[in-house]
């Protein structure tokens, strides 16, 4: 400036060297931060990102929910195991021969040099293919050395795999509208299952050259010993295919939806529980080194656990007490017991004979799909329904009261036949041993039930109609799901005139009022059926059946009958057993100080079922041949056929039976019948009468196939049962005080 002494440089400069030092200072600092990543924590960040780049997250499996009974005892478990994987790649590359698939595998062998003498992709392609060939025999005697398996056992296993992603990738792309892959396409899946600690051990050291073999942790299904009584009640599990991803509840959860390399409840209460039982599946992931890594770990959840109402002592009593009784019957096929707890509707026991050992079912299968004579794998409690004979008298009798058409003090007079100039149809039952049919004069409700008068029901048939008996079936849940759950489970049939006229078509007449009324014609009940309806005869309820406890009890109504015409009904069913003219008395009626049996014997018709058929067919080289396929019906019987003889030609319509059960046809002039008592316990007063202000608390049917009379057959089956109830429960039948440890005794 103008009269200055010293030179002062110009604004800018000075702000020029600030920005520059600042400048310096920045640089510095990122200098300096860049030698503390590189040189000090150099190691540090270079696991990190390498670890970045190498996660390979894996889906770790749940466990299964364990089933129990009402005490806590386990009936069925999940126990750990492992299984030998394969990569669905080299799956899809091997049995699906996929081109793309086999290109990636040569690609990724090429550039590993797994194959240094191979130098072409025909080459490698050839060397990947005998490789893998090795694989499979290697497998197949490392599985056949583990137990009894067919010598292709993995590798048809992986054929079943690559079906079941094909299906599903199918139903995926149909359900999004364009084709994509899926993720049961991106894991391994197991060829060779429950593997032992030990086994696997061994696995791992012997298919180790083998990158695209894995030993992975597993679960397997376990049955306690003694199983065969709950075979058909606790289930099975199947692999997951095509219909369960298609109708997967959880298949927005990539944790919770179904893949094709798991298993799935289908049949029991593996089936009616799935969604309880099933768990979640968790995540761990790993680095190059094989080091579990923090990040992306979610914790797999497990199954709940699922208590039944069942009584695991009684059910397996009952189940080879039953056996005996079948046994000795040689036209006997089979045979059910049901026990209900009259009050709560929970089933105490489900029992069907005959069965199988669940925890060998795979060996056992072929032999069991073969006996069509018994039919083991049927659940006869829930899947089949029958004529329930005379168990229905009472439900005809109370409709008769309930709508006016009879009182208390209406009588019937009984001859032995309904009309006196017909005497081959329309008859009171046959006196054992002897041709003459059962007189029994003038009887009311409470007699003709004592003394099962078909004559009585017969006119009380005609009055009430096919409708006005119809309804009333209704009411007690004839015709409808009892409410269990299971999907083996049938409705049986409520005969109504538009059922008559949708399926036979034929109208409803006098002569099919009269059959419904003795419970014979298209009427038609499952043993879990009869079972309740006893037990709604006991307390003048119906409500549904409980298998699976819950804190929800079901809903109930009453039947709309008097007090009165209840103790009609009930009087009836005791004179069964208790009164000298009653027709269990003589095999049923026992003596308790405590406790009096009631109940009803019942005889329905029974018909005689297909158990193979004959095929006449052309082979491929020309010679006329006989099939016998041992199955059921003619279209299982077709289908087998077919299945086993692509190429043979064949009459569908010279498809004959071949054989049935029984094997032999009834005395003449006679009828094969099956052989049905349902009853309830009933409290006593201290003179040893019916306290009828008490409610009962058991009530259960028995059912043997082919039994022939209600009363000789099963009424001694019945009286055994009873004996079973008071000593597992008490003579105070006190069903909750029962606990594991005297299950165990």
């Not at 929910?65 to 091997?94: H, K, N, Q």
């Not at 099919?512 to 009940?525: D, V």
């Not at 010679?623 to 030609?649: C, D, M, N, S, Y």
């Not at 059960?661 to 003449?668: A, D, E, G, S, V």
């Amino acid at each position: 400036m103008p009269g200055s002494s010293e030179w002062e440089p110009p604004v800018f400069e000075r702000r020029l060297k600030v920005l520059l030092g600042l400048l310096g200072v920045a640089l510095l600092s990122i200098v300096g931060r860049l030698g503390q990543l590189q040189i000090v924590q150099a190691e540090y960040y270079r696991k990190r990102a390498e670890r970045s780049l190498s996660l390979t997250p894996r889906q770790i499996p749940f466990v299964r929910g364990s089933i129990l009974d009402r005490t806590g005892e386990v009936l069925v478990r999940d126990e750990p195991c492992w299984g030998l994987a394969v990569d669905y790649s080299v799956i899809a590359a091997d049995v699906g021969d996929q081109p793309a698939a086999i290109k990636r595998h040569i690609k990724r062998w090429k550039r590993a040099r797994r194959y240094p003498d191979a130098t072409t992709d025909q080459e490698i392609e050839q060397a990947f293919r005998d490789e893998v060939a090795a694989m499979w025999a290697d497998m197949a005697e490392f599985a056949a050395g583990l137990r009894s398996v067919p010598a292709e056992g993995p590798r048809l296993h992986a054929w079943d795999i690559y079906d079941q992603v094909v299906r599903i990738r199918r139903v995926v792309a149909d359900y999004r509208g364009f084709d994509t892959p899926v993720a049961e396409e991106t894991i391994a899946h197991a060829v060779v299952t429950d593997l032992t600690s030990d086994e696997q051990i061994s696995a791992r050291e012997r298919f180790a050259h083998f990158p695209w073999v894995h030993v992975e942790p597993a679960s397997t299904r376990k049955f306690m010993e003694d199983a065969e009584s709950f075979a058909h009640l606790l289930g099975r599990l199947g692999r997951v295919d095509a219909r369960h991803v298609a109708n997967d509840p959880n298949a927005d959860d990539p944790f919770a939806k179904y893949r094709a390399d798991e298993r799935v409840g289908i049949t029991g209460v593996e089936y009616a529980a799935e969604q309880i039982l099933r768990g979640r599946r968790g995540q761990v992931s790993q680095d190059r080194q094989g080091n579990l890594v923090e990040e992306g770990f979610i914790e797999a959840e497990d199954g709940k656990d699922v208590t039944l109402t069942i009584h695991a002592d009684l059910q397996r009593r009952l189940y080879w007490m039953l056996g005996q009784a079948v046994e000795a019957i040689p036209e006997s096929s089979g045979g059910v017991i049901v026990v209900l707890d009259v009050i709560s509707r929970e089933v105490l026991a489900l029992v069907s004979y005959p069965s199988y050992d669940p925890n060998g079912f795979d060996q056992l299968y072929p032999a069991l799909r073969d006996d069509t004579d018994h039919l083991p794998l049927r659940f006869r409690a829930v899947s089949n329904h029958y004529a329930p004979g005379s168990t229905v008298k009472p439900l005809t009798c109370l409709a008769g009261l309930m709508n006016g058409t009879i009182t208390l003090d209406t009588r019937q007079i009984c001859t032995g036949y309904l009309f006196d100039d017909v005497r081959d149809r329309w008859r009171c039952w046959k006196i054992h041993g002897t041709n003459q049919r059962k007189a029994h004069r003038s009887v009311n409700v409470v007699e003709a039930l004592t003394g099962s008068c078909n004559v009585f029901m017969y006119r009380l048939g005609e009055m009430l109609g096919a409708d006005g008996l119809c309804s009333v079936f209704d009411m007690v849940g004839i015709g409808r799901y009892s409410g269990i759950g299971l999907r083996e489970e049938t409705k049986g049939i409520n005969p109504t005139p538009s059922w008559l006229m949708a399926h036979k078509n034929i109208r409803a007449t006098p002569g099919t009022a009269r059959l419904f009324a003795i419970g014979q014609g298209e009427l038609s009940m499952t043993p879990l059926q009869v079972a309740n309806l006893m037990a709604t005869y006991a307390n003048g309820r119906y409500r549904h059946v409980t298998l699976i406890r819950s804190d929800t009890p079901t809903p109930e109504w009453i039947i709309p009958a008097t007090p009165e015409q209840w103790a009609a009904i009930r009087r009836g069913i005791y004179g069964v057993v208790n009164d000298p003219e009653g027709t269990a008395y003589r095999y049923a009626h026992f003596e308790h100080d405590r406790w009096a049996l009631c109940g009803k014997t019942g005889s329905a018709t029974a018909h005689p079922w297909p158990t193979s058929y004959k095929i006449p067919y052309v082979d491929q080289d020309g010679v006329e041949q006989l099939a016998l396929v041992r199955t059921g019906t003619r279209g299982a019987a077709i289908k087998r056929f077919v299945a086993g003889h692509p190429q043979a030609v064949f009459d569908p319509a010279k498809v004959e039976v071949a054989s049935r059960w029984p094997r032999h046809p009834p005395p003449p002039g006679e009828d094969y019948s099956h052989a049905w008592f349902d009853g309830y316990l009933q409290a006593l007063d201290v003179a040893g009468l019916p306290d009828w202000s008490r409610t009962p608390r058991l009530a259960f049917a028995v059912l043997v196939e082919y039994g022939g009379s209600g009363g000789r057959t099963a009424g001694p089956l019945a009286k055994a049962v009873v004996a079973e109830l008071l000593d597992v429960f008490g003579p105070a039948l006190d069903i909750d005080a029962y606990t594991v440890g005297q299950a165990r005794r």
